[in-house]
């Protein structure tokens, strides 16, 4: 096993290394987003164009666009609008989040979204969770209860309100992962990720217009951070998850969850002097407990046989 994956679910020394660049890149997102002084909605613009901008002039250089059946996007393409709005729909409330909460919960919640991956696909595809993976759901909604009660008793609203808006960005975060099995295992990835992205950017473009927000930013260190968000979490974080997702099984990808919250709640301490209190960190490991027993699950459950949500020729 000393390459990549055919697409058959197989994990290779090589994906696992992607896995751990994916984490140790996405986990920076966070410190990188509570650095800039621009609104949110305009740090996902930013970061959605440029990322547009590298992954397609990355696939230029590669000729990716003259190396793809055309009939594939054209039979796809309005799914991949679909994929794109629903990722304007994640980071617009995640990088909402993070400026009314801590960094710890926020991350956290956002990424309970292989349970809510596997909740969708009960509700959507008939696919029933074990047991496992229902008592795992139950320790997760414990855990992201007490973190909540915890932060509301510490902070007021505005981080309750700020944990609700990470938990709807898991939500969106789900739905992301699902589109992204389903279509990107046809298309080069500069190319799917150069459409999903820039329908990003146009669909937040339009949400920063009706709020009256101005895009155009011209400080130099707004500037440097909108890069790095655009090259790290997302060409190095994002899109690397998304190639992954055409050679292992979605549960495999949704994983590396586990590792981004402990990485990004390091990365605040260091550089945003953000201790988590007591009650997060007890939230926090309870809610990745929880995960870890759906993942588990979900594991055991695609290696009997493939499940239809990771399916790429399901129809």
């Known amino acids: 096993m000393s390459d990549l994956s055919d697409g058959n679910g197989v994990i ?6 992607l896995l751990i660049l994916s984490v140790s890149m996405v986990s920076s997102a966070s410190i990188l987003i509570r650095l800039s002084t621009s609104p949110p ?102 855990g992201s209860v007490l973190l909540a009660w915890g932060d509301l008793v510490a902070s007021g609203l505005g981080a ?42 146009c669909a937040t473009l339009v949400l920063c217009l009706l709020s009256g927000l101005d895009v155009i930013v011209t400080a130099p260190t707004e500037i440097l951070i909108f890069v790095c968000l655009a090259v790290f979490p997302t060409a190095l974080g994002h899109s690397v998850n998304n190639y992954l997702l055409t050679l292992v099984p979605a549960y495999v990808v949704s994983s590396a969850v586990l590792g981004e919250p402990v990485g990004a709640s390091l990365l605040a301490v260091v550089f945003l002097q953000e201790v988590p209190s007591a009650v997060t960190v007890l939230g926090f490991v309870i809610i990745l407990c929880g995960v870890a027993m759906v993942l588990v699950d979900l594991a055991a459950r695609e290696r009997v046989s493939v499940l239809p949500l990771d399916d790429p020729n399901r129809p």
């Open 12 to 17: 290779t020394p090589r994906v696992v290394l």
């Open 160 to 201: 309750l309100t700020g944990d609700i808006l990470a938990m709807l960005s898991a939500l969106f975060l789900a739905a992301y992962f699902i589109g992204g099995r389903r279509f990107a295992s046809d298309l080069p990835i500069t190319v799917y990720t150069t459409i999903v992205y820039l329908t990003a950017a």
């Open 41 to 142: 909605l305009v740090i996902v613009f930013w970061r959605t164009f440029l990322g547009a901008v590298l992954m397609a002039s990355v696939g230029l250089l590669r000729s990716d666009h003259l190396g793809y059946d055309r009939a594939v996007l054209s039979r796809n393409w309005r799914w991949l609008v679909v994929v794109g709005v629903i990722l304007c729909l994640h980071f617009s409330t995640w990088f909402t989040s993070l400026f009314l909460t801590t960094v710890a919960a926020s991350v956290v919640l956002v990424n309970t979204s292989p349970i809510l991956t596997g909740v969708l696909s009960t509700m959507l595809l008939g696919e029933p969770l074990g047991r496992r993976s229902w008592a795992g759901i139950v320790v997760a909604v414990l």
